[in-house]
């Protein structure tokens, strides 16, 4: 039977959200030798079980775990694809440095000024800077933090 020592409907809902420094010590002891309010306590932990609200505090765990994974993999991935990234634009580095510096023109015409050398190789750098793929490499660059 309940009686006037049991544990009120607010402090029950306090004992099922593990509040128990808000509660007298003795609800606890009253806890453990009233079987009504344990009936009562665990009623509350049925119904309280069943209310939307924690299975929305469980979708909010999924969409967390979702999220890490996710986060994860894109890191992973980012970890993975920058070292191709990074020889790719060594390699594009490389043939554009070999372009320039094996011109057939220069190995043809050995008389050509240095001055003149460097107004063709600045002309085809502004051809390049045409082609926008300067640009591209520098915001590669800029993306590797090279
Ligand atoms: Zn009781």
Known sequence: MRTSACISDENLTLLYYGETEQLAPEISTHLGSCYDCRQRLNLLQTTLGKLPQLEDEACGATSTRIAAAVSERLQRKQRSWRPVWGGGL???????????????????????????????LHAELTLLEDFELLTELELLQELEGI
Request: net charge negative.
């Open 90 to 120: 060594v390699t594009a580095a490389s043939l554009l440095l070999a372009l320039l510096i094996w011109r057939p023109s220069a190995q043809i015409d050995p008389i050509e000024s240095a001055g003149t050398d460097y107004l063709a």
